[in-house]
């Protein structure tokens, strides 16, 4: 961990025993809304994904104390705040400095 958490940082984070990876999309005193359009305290956020972003109902989420809210950048894949809900900062382990992945190497 090195410090404190800021919007648009790539973290690893620890749900049901096992670890994953998405990035910080709203903090403390945010306000999340996704329907079919998606906001941060009534902001369409600048982002660099490719990816609409997916949801099975409407969310509306304020954040409370340490808590963020995650998306994954592949935003098809909703195994993120959408389905777990905010994240405490308490189950983050960090921030996701470098990644390498490889296919058919």
């Not at 902001?43 to 609409?52: G, S």
């Amino acid at each position: 961990k090195l410090g404190g958490y800021e919007r648009g940082q790539v973290v690893a984070y620890e749900v049901d025993g096992g670890t994953r990876f998405a990035r910080i999309v709203a903090l403390n005193g945010d306000a999340i809304l996704i329907d079919e359009q998606y906001t941060i305290n009534g902001q369409q956020p600048y982002e660099e994904v490719f990816y609409a972003t997916e949801y099975s109902t409407p969310i509306n989420v304020s954040m409370n104390g340490n808590q963020v809210y995650l998306l994954n950048d592949y935003r098809e894949n909703m195994g993120d705040s959408r389905s777990y809900g905010p994240i405490t900062t308490d189950n983050l382990k960090g921030h996701v400095i470098f990644m390498f992945r490889w296919r058919s190497f």
